[in-house]
């Protein structure tokens, strides 16, 4: 019985080790299926999930949903530490408790006492170890516990700083495509502003940085995704399929518009989109909803040739069109669903009201505002 709950113990330790290295350390996506973190965000998020969508407010929704990054994220550092001490005390209580103690008499509550003074380097020294391996596993215990406080002070910031890189350029889409933003209205304020080729490569490399960034960040550290953006209508998602719907559009044929950048941006967002689906076992689904039906594609064309840009004529650019957004609309409403982020129109309303024209104050105001415009442009889709 005492080696079965030592090699329990034993395992214990070594799964939450090997649990905490591939989550903090290891900067790669690990694919193995049995995963603690794995298990704990799968089984968190859904609870999470479907608690909100009873809440039918978005605000509110949006408020709710953001605790979950930051809270899941202290939740499981909390059960690393509570496992390991668990784990350190079954091997103590395996070894015969060999300790000393006020009551004299040591058991199981006693070596779970010792464990947890020790991990967290308090030291009381009122119960002490009385054999060899008790205070090799003492010692161990302390410096396991002293390397796991490192790695959490270290992990904080870095996780944090991930965070703040993602949302700088997600800002600057607030005045660059609208809000929430489109991959029209990225286009239709690059050419109102008097933008020329050059300037649009540029935009294009910046958004290319951007996307790496995004997928280097996030399959490090995968709990980055169920961080929320600071502002409503704002998310690293919505920002990825503004980026990849522009994209598209200069790849199907606009004139003068950089092709071979739009080509670059294109494909490391897409790959950003379809390895985060993996990570969280996101499978693309044949039968998404289309978010351009034929209808609003001739509301679209029509909208870029009053922005002054024209999309080559015939059904191969239809066509085009439709095929460089399967490969990656699947994807992205996959995740879509799963995080409860909304995804950009392509085809938003005539006027928009950005975050950055309006205030608190002034909220009441704009959102009926959007919701009237809105309305008047599905009933103009619709006639």
Not at 37 to 43: G, L, N, V
Not at 57 to 76: D, I, Q
Not at 100 to 113: G, Q, R, V
Not at 357 to 367: G, L, R
Request: charged letters at 20%; glycine letters at 6%.
């Amino acid at each position: 019985m005492t080696i079965f709950i030592g090699i329990v113990g034993l395992l214990l330790i070594l799964i939450i080790l090997q649990d905490a290295f591939e989550t903090i350390v290891l900067p790669r996506r690990v694919s193995r299926r049995f995963r603690l973190a794995r298990i704990f965000y799968r089984s968190t998020w859904a609870l999470c999930s479907a608690t909100a969508r009873w809440i039918h407010a978005t605000n509110r929704r949006e408020y709710y949903l953001s605790y979950f990054g930051p809270l899941s994220l202290l939740f499981l550092l909390v059960i690393w530490a509570v496992g390991l001490v668990v784990g350190f005390a079954l091997l103590q209580w395996a070894f015969g408790s060999a300790l000393i103690s006020p009551e004299k008499h040591a058991d199981f509550f006693t070596d779970l006492y010792v464990s947890g003074t020790t991990f967290i380097t308090l030291g009381l020294g009122d119960v002490i170890p009385n054999s060899p391996i008790a205070r090799v596993l003492l010692v161990v215990e302390a410096g396991g516990g002293f390397g796991f406080l490192a790695l959490v002070i270290g992990y904080l910031p870095v996780i944090y700083q991930a965070f703040s890189r993602r949302e700088v350029n997600i800002s600057l889409l607030d005045a660059r495509a609208g809000s929430p933003p489109s991959g029209l209205e990225m286009l239709r304020r690059h050419v109102r502003g008097g933008g020329d080729p050059a300037e649009g490569m540029q935009a294009l490399h910046d958004w290319e940085q951007w996307a790496a960034e995004l997928l280097e960040s996030h399959l490090s550290y995968p709990v980055l995704m169920y961080y929320r953006s600071q502002h409503e209508r704002q998310s690293w998602l919505a920002a990825l399929a503004t980026i990849l719907d522009a994209c598209t559009l200069i790849i199907a044929g606009i004139d003068d518009m950089p092709v071979q950048g739009a080509w670059y941006t294109f494909a490391i967002a897409r790959h950003a989109a379809v390895d985060l689906s993996q990570i969280l076992s996101v499978r693309p689904d044949a039968s998404y909803t289309d978010r351009l039906p034929p209808a609003d594609f001739a509301h679209l064309r029509e909208a870029l040739v009053d922005a002054g840009m024209v999309l080559h004529e015939g059904e191969s650019t239809e066509q085009k069109l439709s095929e460089l957004r399967r490969m990656y609309e699947p994807y992205i409403q996959g995740l879509s669903n799963k995080l409860q982020m909304a995804l950009p129109d392509w085809v938003p309303p005539a006027e928009v009201v950005d975050d950055w024209q309006t205030s608190a104050w002034e909220h009441v105001v704009t959102a009926s505002r959007m919701a009237a415009l809105r309305a008047k442009s599905r009933k103009m889709r619709q006639a």
